[in-house]
């Protein structure tokens, strides 16, 4: 005989005795209880089936111990929800007597009008019909344990699925997976390799038998449109190469950092050499620091013909100072045709090339080896301050007749005086270098070879023009996610406060308050570089968009 013990409650309803048959499936089998009963004065059962004797008894096919609680609908009127129910059965298992629920101390106390009975009775068949009462058979208590939990899970569950916190996440979610969708696909068009078609417009003939510019550069509608009506002399064009040709993209974690997302491609590299357009007073000197002392690459500018090292007869790689240089003068016309004669530009010995002479320089390339021109643009006004600070620092030994004159001078003197020059960037690019007068025509020039030729860097920024210059030439690994050392960084940092520190040397008992924007010295030089502004703003325009492409 099972032992197992569940609660079975009876509520009376008074029904029709045709009322149907009730069962319920518990604990994995049919559990069904028929009974026919009918309620004495004192809430008692009394079964009508012939099978049993006329006590308080509840039928159980299966033998169980049950428990039976009769409520006359008349005299009370009671809910019981099932987590009471189970509650109840928790209560009685824990107890091990059913007859310890009971009484005035037990927590399953009768209700007035109803009786509490139980029984222990043997497994037989009976009627399968109830007339006035609906039967809950409660199972038992291993099985209600597990029923509960499940219970509880599925409450839990559900009030998750409903709360506000999952469904922002839920939302949240979504949003994320498609951003990621969408970053995945930008990735994936920013990895493609750009040719020089992508970048730059193809040349075409018009009817007329010109050489034009075609409409614009294919990549990004940005980008910087043709100089209308411009024209690039032919050894620029033939031997220097255009900025972005033979490039391609970077990778795109390495491009967040914004220093730029192209660079040329290692064959690229390795046919031609950077040429940097040094003009004075506009950063050569960090760049000399940045490019020979941190990056440990041979230069070629002045300095490799110091000490005599200039009169051999074949290139050779001298050390001066620390750095490599190969022994020839790039920035004089004489040290040019020097290099020419010994085939510099080929020779693949200079890794950067320095020169003030672009035009003059651009012949030492073919357009077979061609030159990657390289520029930092500085606001003319400072470039003319700063020159007169070197020349008051270096009057004793370059200017000896003219130094107490400049010793003497103030910043509005020195922008009077025939020291200050006129507009020397668009003269150099116009090939105008020391008479003639500048025509619109130049302007248009000038803007078109950097437009096509120049990668920009900025004064005001050298540092982050360094790096977008090392960018480029692929020196940072940015191809394949690499970033330059901790130790490289601080030597460029390095480089830029001790230009700062020979900037302003010669500044000693001079008023900076005459250095303002709008003052009388400012105005002054202004008057002789208003085509120099307008190229330096363009040269600002030009950095901006190389550094944003990544």
Request: aromatic share 8%.
């Amino acid at each position: 005989m099972s032992e197992t013990r569940s609660l079975h409650l009876i509520r009376e309803r008074r029904l029709p005795s045709r009322r149907a048959n009730q069962q319920q499936h518990i604990n994995g089998g049919d559990v069904t209880a028929s009974l026919r009963s009918s309620i004495n004065s004192q809430g008692s059962l009394y079964p009508s089936n012939s099978h049993y004797s006329t006590t308080s008894t509840i039928i159980s096919p299966s033998g169980n111990r049950l428990v039976m609680v009769n409520i006359p609908e008349d005299d009370v009127d009671i809910e019981l929800d099932k987590d009471e129910i189970r509650r109840m059965i928790h209560q009685i298992d824990e107890s091990g007597d059913i007859d310890n629920m009971k009484g005035e101390s037990g927590i399953f106390k009768p209700l007035d009008g109803a009786s509490v009975s139980s029984s222990s009775v043997p497994s037989r068949s009976s009627s399968r019909n109830v007339a006035n009462s609906i039967a809950i058979c409660g199972i038992n208590t291993a099985c209600q344990s597990q029923q509960t939990e499940i219970d509880k899970a599925q409450k839990q569950l559900k009030e998750y699925i409903y709360s506000p916190p999952f469904r922002r996440t839920l939302f949240l979610g979504i949003c994320l997976q498609l951003f990621g969708v969408g970053v995945f696909f930008s990735l994936e068009n920013m990895m493609g390799v750009k040719g020089v078609s992508d970048w730059i417009e193809p040349t075409v003939k018009s009817r007329h038998g010109r050489m034009d510019g075609g409409v614009d550069w294919t990549f990004g509608a940005d980008a910087p449109q043709p100089v209308r009506g411009a024209s690039i002399p032919l050894s620029i064009e033939r031997n220097i190469a255009d900025w972005a040709q033979d490039t391609s993209r970077v990778s795109p974690v390495s491009s967040l950092d914004g220093y730029g997302s192209i660079a040329v491609s290692e064959e690229a590299l390795f046919r031609d050499a950077p040429l940097v357009w040094a003009l004075p007073f506009t950063g050569g000197d960090v760049l000399d620091v940045v490019f020979g002392q941190c990056l440990n690459l041979v230069q070629a500018s002045d300095k490799g013909v110091l000490d005599g090292n200039g009169e051999g007869e074949n290139l050779a790689v001298v050390l001066v100072m620390g750095r490599k240089y190969v022994n020839t003068d790039t920035t004089t016309q004489d040290g040019i045709a020097r290099a020419a004669s010994l085939s510099l530009g080929s020779s693949g010995m200079a890794d950067v090339v320095y020169s003030p002479l672009l035009h003059e320089v651009s012949g030492l390339f073919t357009s077979h080896n061609q030159g990657r021109l390289m520029f930092v643009a500085r606001h003319p006004i400072e470039r003319e301050f700063s020159r007169f600070r070197y020349l008051r620092e270096t009057s004793l030994t370059l200017l000896r007749d003219r130094h107490d004159e400049l010793m003497n001078m103030s910043y509005v003197d020195f922008s009077t005086s025939e020291f200050v020059a006129d507009n020397w960037m668009t003269r150099t690019l116009a090939n105008k270098p020391n008479e003639g007068e500048l025509t619109a025509q130049d302007m248009l020039n000038a803007k078109e070879v950097l437009r096509r030729k120049a990668t920009i860097g900025l004064y005001g920024d050298m540092v982050s023009g360094a790096r977008h210059f090392t960018r480029y030439m692929g020196l940072d690994n940015s191809r394949n996610g690499g970033k330059l050392d901790d130790a490289t960084l601080m030597c460029f940092q390095n480089a830029l406060s001790e230009e700062s520190r020979k900037d302003g040397v010669g500044a000693i008992n001079l008023n900076d308050e005459e250095t303002l924007e709008g003052s009388i010295a400012w105005k002054n030089i202004m008057e002789k570089n208003k085509l120099d502004l307008e190229l330096f703003l363009y040269s600002e325009m030009l950095y901006r968009y190389q550094i944003g492409l990544g």
